[in-house]
């Protein structure tokens, strides 16, 4: 395993993780949009897409987070900015929810698709087995449980998101930087 | 509507079974008209829920017998009230117009070992083509016989889904078809 050799490396998340994060983060923005957007089509070959689309981001979310945790595990985050304990305590329940979340929520979709009696089949190519079987009571409480994760993430990337920019911006620290590419400026005034 | 009765062997039907000592109605609730497509690849099943059959099926007067079909296309069962809906519609199978899907065997050929060929004719949506449905037959233990078979029709060929939903990437054209009969013993 490659260690960061230059003090400046180890403040940083390595090329991998930061790659990771951003295609994750973006085909999460993907997936929600077509979700909500997809439910209130009227039947069409449009709908059916977008549904296999949506199932197809999902499978890949769920790959690339594991992806994305055994990364991590094998080269831990730098550590934290200076920030008050609370902040810190905050930003490590928010970071394990996202976690937790990134894999549950296409679980809770491939759960919810099956119940409804329909396979998720990956790219349209490799068929999953079903999670459960057809059941149309299981499939209402699933579709429940399926949306609200989702809007609990989309509350949790908006957290995620404004403590970034807080950082960025208003303390001035490197916790933004360090999870973009290199090249970046730091914040102006910085001391990290 | 008369197609919307569940199948009971009619007056007429037991009178040929008399009359020929081999006409068969064919067990309707063991029976089943399933297919089978691929939307966006994965496969999606359904069946009619309502239907009527004329079968004679006489394996040592293969001239003689007759297997007809007629399927009420509006009882159509999918996964969801919203596609049986859909598939009612115009660009579908039109019900409004086209209520009936009908099956009409011209000839049956014995291929040996129990399997037959039943060509015949399909009609759907106003549209006649020639289909061969291939069987195999077997008893069971109570000395009904099993005929089930399955052949491909492409959707297409009867217009069904037209319009937007010709795009056989989005729906496949190819809709396999499975007959299962079970026939009483012949009397």
Request: glycine share 8%; charged share 20%.
């Amino acid at each position: 395993m490659r260690q960061p050799t230059v003090g400046e490396e180890r403040e940083r998340y390595d090329g991998i993780a930061i790659a990771l994060h951003w295609l994750i983060a973006a085909i999460v923005v993907a997936g929600f949009t077509l979700g909500v957007s997809m439910v209130d089509l009227p039947l069409s070959p449009r709908k059916l897409q977008w549904y296999a689309w949506h199932k197809w981001i999902g499978i890949t979310v769920f790959l690339l987070s594991c992806a994305r945790l055994v990364w991590r595990w094998q080269r831990p985050a730098p550590p934290p900015a200076a920030m008050p304990e609370w902040q810190r305590r905050a930003a490590r329940v928010t970071h394990l929810l996202l976690y937790t979340l990134l894999i549950v929520i296409p679980l809770s979709g491939w759960l919810y698709s099956s119940a409804t009696g329909v396979q998720v089949v990956y790219l349209g190519l490799i068929p999953l087995p079903d999670a459960v079987p057809k059941d149309k009571a299981l499939a209402t409480v699933l579709r429940m449980v399926h949306v609200t994760l989702n809007f609990t993430l989309l509350a949790l990337v908006c957290v995620h998101a404004a403590a970034a920019l807080k950082h960025h911006f208003v303390d001035r620290d490197n916790v933004l930087v360090r999870m973009l590419p290199k090249g970046f400026p730091k914040p102006k005034g910085s001391t990290g | 509507m008369v197609l919307l009765r569940s199948f009971i062997p009619s007056l007429g039907m037991l009178l040929l079974a008399a009359g020929q000592a081999g006409a068969q109605g064919v067990l309707i609730d063991k029976s089943e008209i399933r297919f089978e497509s691929k939307q966006m690849g994965v496969n999606v099943e359904g069946r009619f829920r309502k239907w009527k059959a004329n079968v004679v099926f006489l394996p040592n007067d293969l001239p003689k017998s007759k297997v007809e079909f007629d399927i009420d296309l509006a009882s159509i069962d999918l996964a969801s009230e919203d596609s049986e809906k859909e598939v009612q519609g115009r660009v579908w199978f039109d019900t409004a117009r086209f209520p009936v899907g009908r099956f009409t065997s011209t000839s049956i050929k014995n291929l040996g070992g129990d399997k037959y060929n039943i060509a015949g004719q399909l009609s759907l949506k106003g549209i006649t083509k020639d289909v061969v449905v291939p069987i195999a037959l077997k008893k069971d233990a109570t000395g009904n016989s099993l005929a089930e078979g399955n052949f491909t029709v492409k959707r297409l060929d009867y217009k069904i889904g037209e319009g937007l939903w010709a795009d056989t990437d989005t729906v496949a054209n190819e809709v396999i078809v499975r007959v299962r009969m079970v026939l009483p013993p012949i009397t």
